[in-house]
Structure formats: C-alpha cells, structure tokens
C-alpha cells in the first residue's frame, strides 16, 4: 500500500476482502471515503482488549495478531490475519467492548471502517451481512478447534496443528510450503498454551525428522503430509 491512498485505491483494497467483494464500485467507494487509514510499527497495539469498539478493520498490508493476555501478562494468540482480512466483526455487532487486542506483527497498514458506516451498509446489502455472519461462524469453529487440541492433543500435535493452519492462510506456494509470516517461537507458543523452550524443542525435533527446516522466523514445511498425520488430520 501507498503511503496514503486515494478513495479508488481504498475501494479496491474493500473489494478484495470476503466481507465487501459482493458491493457495487460506487458503494465500496462510498465507504472507502467515510474510512481512515492508519500505519503501525511491529509491536503496535492497534487496540487493547476492553477499548471501545468504534471501527472494524481492514488489514491493507502486513500482518497483526489477535491476543488475550492475562493479569501476569501472559499472551493466547487466537489468530493471525493478513492483507485483506478483517478484525473486529464481533464489537460492531454488539456495540460492545473490544473481546481481545490486536497487535502489528509487523509494519502493518489498515482501513479503520467506522461502525455506523459498517451497519449501514450490513442494512444495505445482504451480502456484506451474510459475509460478516460467515466470518462470526469460522471464528467460533476455530476457538472450537483451538480448545479441542488443547484438550485432546499432545503439545507435538499442537505444534503441528498450528504450522498447518499458518501455511493455510499465510504460506507462499514454492517447491516447498514456505511459511514466512514474522511470527516468533514466542508466538507459536501463545497459540498452542505452551512455553517458547517447549516449542523450541518440538520444532528441533521436527527439524530432525525432516519434517520441517526453520531458518529464523522462516519456517519451510518439507513434509506435510507427516505434519498432518502428526496433528491427527
């Protein structure tokens, strides 16, 4: 993204997300002109849990991830989102406080959508509203999926898990699944409940077996298929 886009660039920024694709030129540009574009550094809380919920936001460019953190200061990453995904869905609903925080997993640019223009256009078009409950329901078979694997898998399968469903969403097809998202061991281990030299150690061992080979923050996933065995996919 730009520095500073226009009302046409911004428009087809909304076009490419599963919540705006089905709006008319002149409706994406409608809100496009009523939006905000903001810029946060890697570390950047875009919102903490418990700040009103005034904007749903679209992500232009970069990475942020969606956390819970305890009173020790402990963090549960429930997701990572992308350019074209949206956060937020749940507090312009309701109108209620935000459920979690959001932090820049790196340079990140967005779209910050006000409320009102949002459920505007929820009453206007059906398929922005059909689009927004879609999303609601992925989130709930998600959190349903996250506890079932704290529940019922051993901390491999977790880690397992996680690195498929990262590849998922975020991988860069090449003769390899390359997952090259910014995430640190510190965050794979807030999304599978467990401590960093805990993964570290699931993440060597999956190195040994040649499963995967990580490089940094660079994770390439050589095996797959053994990967979703292990996560009893």
Do not use: W
């Given at each position: 993204m730009s520095p500073r886009l226009?009302?046409?660039?911004?428009?087809?920024?909304?076009?490419?997300t599963r919540v705006f694709s089905a709006l008319d030129?002149?409706?994406?540009?409608s809100l496009a002109a009523a939006?905000?574009?903001?810029?946060?550094?890697?570390?950047?809380?875009l919102w903490y849990e418990g700040d009103p919920g005034e904007h749903l936001v679209v992500v232009g460019?970069?990475?942020v991830k969606v956390v819970l953190t305890s009173e020790r200061g402990d963090e549960a990453v429930l997701v990572t989102l992308g350019p074209h995904?949206?956060?937020?869905?749940?507090?312009?609903?309701?109108g209620?406080?935000?459920s979690a925080s959001v932090v820049a997993v790196e340079p990140t640019t967005v779209l910050l959508l006000p409320r009102a223009a949002v459920l505007e256009a929820m009453a206007a078009h059906p398929a922005v509203l059909d689009a927004v409950l879609r999303l609601l329901g992925q989130l709930v078979r998600r959190q349903t999926e996250q506890t079932g694997g704290l529940v019922f898998l051993d901390l491999a399968g977790r880690v397992a898990k996680?690195?498929?469903?990262?590849?998922?969403?975020?991988?860069?097809d090449d003769e390899h699944t390359v997952l090259d998202v910014g995430l640190s061991q510190s965050d794979i281990a807030a999304m599978v409940g467990a401590t960093r030299p805990a993964v570290n150690r699931v993440l060597q061992l999956f190195a040994s077996r040649g499963l995967i080979s990580v490089d940094?923050?660079?994770?390439?996933?050589?095996?797959?298929?053994?990967?979703r065995r292990r996560a009893g996919l």
């Open positions: 226009t009302d046409h660039e911004a428009a087809e920024v909304l076009g490419a030129r002149p409706s994406r540009l939006s905000r574009q903001r810029t946060y550094g890697r570390g950047q809380y460019e970069g990475l995904e949206t956060v937020g869905e749940l507090a312009i609903l309701d209620s406080p935000r996680v690195l498929l469903q990262l590849a998922q969403r975020h991988a860069r940094g923050r660079v994770i390439v996933l050589r095996d797959p298929p053994a990967l």
